[in-house]
């Protein structure tokens, strides 16, 4: 008990101690002093109490040190982290290295003099590739013609052989890695470096089918995109005077007229505009089927404002049918 009072005497002592440094008695009410009493007299001071600005100066400059330290302690933790992450790095690298690594095989030939030596063979010159009567042209893409990084200006044989180049073409589009929905031989797409200057000023690039020797097939200005869907069935549209909205991927977004156009027959499917002024589409790559009909093969999807669907399909005789199906039933 008595040493409990000692500390409590101890504490009050050192307080008023350290009180009587500071400007706390009422008669300097102009000063505003942690130690003053609270109350009229001394609510409104002005100035600083030198002790108690001395002690938040104090106050402060511990502060930044401490803010500092940490920082400094916080860099060091994350140099160490950087660095055993570095070496944990190496390590795995080393390990797949290692794992990776092909023995290798050294082989000691025996001495020739220099008169066994053979001269160099001299290259076989490669002639020109004769065209047959049915080839299978390969180009970049073989579906749509949506912009990727590789563009070519050529078309490709089934040998790698080029068999048709301008410096006219943009792009080419034809079979890809393989034959796509039985795309037609003889024929590619191509986009051209031409353009189709439209009403805004604003200019398109023209897209067409070429044959062989390059002779165009459609000679027609206003077509800005062509993609094949199957069999002898391509995808043509036209944009005279405005421009798509986008085209992406598999969809085909905002063009004034679009058909389904037949080379072997020379016919025509045209896609109404709806409401707008634009024709929205987009390419079935697989999977869909309609119910009921097995036998049908969704190859196009074009969807009104109202949400109701068209699906464009081929039916077991290699014919273009159209499907409607309600908002409803999709």
Same mark, same amino acid.
């Given at each position: 008990?008595?040493?409990?009072? @000692?500390?409590?005497?101890?504490?009050?002592? &050192? !307080?008023?101690?350290?009180? !009587?440094?500071?400007?706390?008695?009422?008669?300097?009410?102009?000063?505003?002093?942690?130690?003053?009493? *609270?109350? +009229?007299?001394?609510?409104?001071? *002005?100035?600083?109490?030198?002790?108690?600005?001395?002690?938040?100066?104090?106050? /402060?400059?511990?502060?930044?040190?401490?803010?500092?330290?940490?920082?400094?302690?916080?860099?060091?933790?994350?140099?160490?982290?950087?660095?055993?992450?570095?070496?944990?790095?190496?390590?795995? !690298?080393?390990?797949?290295t290692a794992k990776n690594k092909v023995t290798e095989v050294h082989v000691t030939m025996p001495k020739t003099s220099?008169?066994?030596n053979k001269k160099p063979e001299v290259p076989v010159k490669k002639g020109p590739v004769k065209l047959g009567k =049915?080839?299978?042209?390969?180009?970049? +893409?073989?579906? $749509?013609? #949506? @912009?990727?990084?590789?563009? @070519?200006?050529? #078309?490709?044989?089934?040998?790698?052989?080029?068999?048709?180049?301008?410096?006219?073409?943009?792009?080419?589009?034809?079979?890809? /890695?393989?034959? *796509?929905?039985?795309?037609?031989?003889?024929?590619?797409?191509?986009?051209?470096?031409?353009?189709?200057?439209?009403?805004?000023? /604003?200019? !398109?690039?023209?897209? =067409?089918?070429?044959?062989?020797? $390059?002779?165009?097939?459609?000679?027609?200005?206003?077509?800005? @995109?062509? #993609?094949?869907?199957?069999?002898?069935?391509?995808? &043509?549209?036209?944009?005279?005077?405005?421009?798509? +909205?986008?085209?992406?991927?598999?969809?085909?977004?905002?063009?004034?007229?679009?058909?389904?156009?037949?080379?072997?027959? *020379?016919?025509?499917?045209?896609?109404?505009? =709806?409401?707008?002024? #634009?024709?929205?589409?987009?390419?079935?790559?697989?999977?869909?089927?309609?119910?009921?009909?097995?036998?049908? &093969?969704?190859?196009?999807?074009?969807?009104?404002?109202?949400?109701?669907?068209?699906?464009?399909?081929?039916?077991?005789? /290699?014919?273009?049918?159209?499907?409607?199906?309600?908002?409803?039933?999709?």
């Amino acid at each position: 008990m008595k040493s409990f009072l @000692t500390i409590v005497l101890l504490l009050v002592m &050192v !307080q008023a101690a350290n009180a !009587q440094s500071h400007v706390s008695k009422s008669e300097y009410a102009r000063y505003n002093c942690k130690f003053a009493p *609270k109350g +009229w007299n001394n609510s409104e001071g *002005k100035l600083m109490c030198p002790a108690c600005d001395k002690e938040n100066e104090v106050a /402060r400059k511990k502060k930044i040190a401490d803010d500092k330290a940490a920082s400094a302690a916080h860099n060091l933790r994350n140099e160490k982290l950087k660095a055993e992450n570095a070496i944990s790095f190496k390590k795995k !690298q080393a390990e797949i290295t290692a794992k990776n690594k092909v023995t290798e095989v050294h082989v000691t030939m025996p001495k020739t003099s220099a008169t066994e030596n053979k001269k160099p063979e001299v290259p076989v010159k490669k002639g020109p590739v004769k065209l047959g009567k =049915d080839i299978e042209l390969y180009a970049g +893409w073989g579906m $749509g013609m #949506f @912009t990727h990084n590789s563009r @070519t200006n050529f #078309f490709l044989n089934e040998n790698k052989d080029t068999v048709l180049k301008s410096n006219d073409y943009l792009e080419t589009y034809a079979v890809w /890695r393989e034959n *796509k929905n039985n795309f037609p031989k003889n024929i590619g797409i191509v986009l051209l470096k031409e353009t189709n200057k439209i009403s805004n000023g /604003r200019e !398109q690039n023209v897209a =067409d089918i070429v044959d062989l020797k $390059g002779k165009r097939y459609f000679n027609n200005n206003t077509i800005s @995109t062509i #993609f094949h869907l199957a069999d002898d069935y391509f995808v &043509v549209c036209k944009s005279p005077t405005l421009p798509e +909205w986008r085209s992406y991927g598999n969809n085909y977004t905002g063009y004034e007229n679009v058909e389904i156009y037949n080379l072997k027959t *020379k016919k025509s499917i045209k896609l109404d505009k =709806d409401a707008g002024r #634009f024709v929205s589409i987009s390419i079935y790559v697989g999977g869909r089927k309609i119910p009921g009909e097995p036998d049908l &093969v969704p190859f196009l999807s074009r969807v009104y404002t109202n949400y109701d669907e068209d699906v464009y399909c081929l039916n077991a005789n /290699r014919e273009m049918v159209v499907k409607k199906i309600p908002k409803a039933d999709r």
